[in-house]
């Protein structure tokens, strides 16, 4: 298995909602990740989860709330965002070379699409 | 810090032919990575070649090569035979060893043309 998964691949919310972005994937991978795309922008990191803990938070806004429940999953909580966070949310898995001279080599979701109405 | 800069925003190619994406870098690590990744219109990002800093023998993946220039801090990418299924986003990036930042360019739209 050499996949990303992703669900939900759409999601429309209102502002009060509150909604999970569901990740996974069974490559063996410890390192996993959150990002934010805006058309037509490169990826923007949010998160980034070593072992199972957050290693990294880009300052994002709280509104945002991530999880590792286990090594092959990764949630993002969302909860009274903002239309200006409608975008497309990618997840990706790497190896974690972290503190080594290796590349952390990032296998990416197809993403899922958030409007926020 | 990281930059990379991509100076070709759309470009496009006749179906069979070579294009060559550009890109520049800068980076303060001594030891990095650099990558091509592609994301077509159903919006996966794909990994389409890396390379490692140290090495300078140029990476190359069936029709895609790379033209590393570490003094110039260039890392373009050469496709040979375009095909149709090439038509895509693609992002410059770099990384430094072992970290997990990822610095993407702003992307190159290529559009390859039958």
């Known amino acids: 298995d050499t996949e990303v998964t992703q669900t939900p691949k759409h999601l429309v919310m209102g502002m009060t909602n509150k909604k999970s972005l569901k990740c996974e994937q069974h490559?063996?991978?410890?390192?996993m990740y959150w990002y934010k795309q805006k058309a037509k922008k490169p990826p923007e990191l949010m998160f980034v989860?070593?072992?199972?803990?957050?290693?990294i938070n880009e300052s994002v806004p709280s509104r945002f709330s991530p999880e590792c429940p286990n090594s092959s999953l990764l949630n993002l909580h969302l909860h009274a965002l903002q239309p200006e966070d409608s975008a497309l949310y990618l997840c990706a898995s790497s190896q974690d070379h972290s503190g080594s001279s290796g590349a952390n080599v990032l296998t990416f979701g197809a993403g899922s699409r958030l409007t926020v109405l | 810090a990281q930059t990379v800069t991509q100076s070709q925003p759309e470009m496009s190619v006749q179906e069979a032919e070579t294009v060559t994406l550009s890109c520049t870098y800068d980076t303060s690590e001594n030891n990095y990575y650099l990558f091509w990744y592609k994301q077509p219109p159903s919006r996966q990002m794909i990994l389409v070649i890396r390379?490692?800093?140290?090495?300078?023998q140029n990476a190359t993946e069936n029709r895609f090569s790379v033209n590393f220039q570490k003094a110039a801090k260039s890392f373009s990418l050469k496709i040979s035979d375009s095909q149709l299924g090439d038509t895509a986003m693609y992002f410059c990036?770099?990384?430094?060893?072992?970290?997990?930042?990822?610095?993407f360019g702003k992307g190159t739209k290529l559009s390859v043309i039958p």
């Open positions: 989860y070593s072992y199972e803990k957050l290693s």
């Open positions: 490559m063996g991978h410890r390192a």
């Open positions: 390379q490692e800093a140290y090495k300078q």
């Open positions: 990036a770099v990384s430094g060893a072992g970290s997990y930042q990822l610095t």
